[in-house]
Every structure is written in structure tokens, then in C-alpha cells.
């Protein structure tokens, strides 16, 4: 005899989720060398001190941490604590980073513009902490045709995604 009561799917499925354990996620991505992908870069001001900055945003491509977020702040100059900067020897760490991955500098000011060419660009990263402080070195560009495939597709473009499938 076929009942006319609607079943929850979501009381089916309690058992399973009371007995799931999540999963931890979170914390710092460990120390280490990493394949990412330059998600966003952006000239900003700290929040906390004030510094100016080109603040990079990368995403892992490859291995165990694939997917997690690492950021990277290179100080372009420091708060003078009145609303301006003062220079900062940081400026020489930045000019090698932009180096590093074959961007290089007309004038400071160009940053503005030219950061956007960061964005896409596969990197490798050396995760580093001293003390209670994490440092990210940027050390190279990836030059391999495989992570170049797997470019993410323009924002707002395309339709088509890998292998041909149709997003929906």
C-alpha cells in the first residue's frame, strides 16, 4: 500500500550527518613551496598601519593544500602617521618580486595600471615562518602550457568550460 505522505530527504539523510565528522579547514597554509595562481593584486593601504601596498592574493594549484588562499603584502611605503608615506627599503623586495615573474617598471606610479598583469600568472611560492610571522617569497613564473590550459575563463565570458562542458 503506497502512502501519500511526502518523505524529507533531508530527515533521510540525518543519520549520515550526525554521525559526519567535519572536516578541518582553516588556519595558515604550512610552510613549504607551492604552485599558485595570481587571483588578484591591488594597490591598497593597510588597515592596520596604514603602510601603502601591492597586496597579492594567489590561489594553490597543485598538491594537498589545492584551492587554499595565500596572500602576499609587498610595502611600498610606510605611514608618516599625518595622511602621507615616507619611502621604505620594501620598495627593493617589490621591484624583485615584479622582476621574478616578468614584470618590470617604467616608474612606480605604472604599478597602478600594470598590476592587472599579475592577475592569471602561475607562480611559485616559498611559504616561510619566523617566529609568529609567515613570509611569502615569491620565486619564479611557471612557464607550463598544462596550468595555462587550465586558465580560468574572463570573468563574464565564454560559456564554455573545460573539456567543452557547459556551465549551468
Known amino acids: 500500500m503506497a502512502s501519500n505522505e511526502q518523505v524529507d530527504p533531508l530527515a533521510e ?14 588556519g595558515a597554509v604550512p610552510d613549504g613551496t607551492y604552485v599558485a595562481r595570481v587571483v588578484d593584486a591591488d594597490v591598497t593601504e593597510s588597515r592596520s598601519s596604514g603602510n601603502l601596498l601591492l597586496k597579492w592574493e594567489l590561489e594553490v594549484l597543485v598538491g ?43 616608474s612606480l606610479p605604472s604599478l597602478r595600471q600594470r598590476k592587472e598583469e599579475l592577475k ?23 612557464d607550463d602550457p598544462a596550468f595555462k590550459a587550465a586558465a580560468p575563463a574572463p570573468a563574464g565570458g565564454g560559456g564554455v568550460g573545460v573539456e567543452g562542458d557547459v556551465p549551468f
Open 64 to 106: 594537498h593544500m589545492i584551492g587554499r588562499k595565500i596572500w602576499k603584502n609587498n610595502v611600498i611605503a610606510k605611514s608618516d602617521g599625518q595622511g602621507g608615506y615616507v619611502p621604505d627599503e620594501g620598495v627593493k623586495y617589490l621591484k624583485g618580486d615584479l622582476a621574478r615573474v616578468g614584470i618590470v617598471l617604467d
Open 13 to 26: 539523510m540525518d543519520q549520515a550527518y550526525q554521525d559526519a565528522e567535519a572536516p578541518e579547514y582553516g
Open 120 to 142: 592569471g600568472k602561475v607562480v611559485e611560492v616559498s611559504l616561510k615562518t619566523k617566529g609568529t610571522f609567515q613570509a611569502t617569497y615569491v620565486n619564479r613564473e611557471v
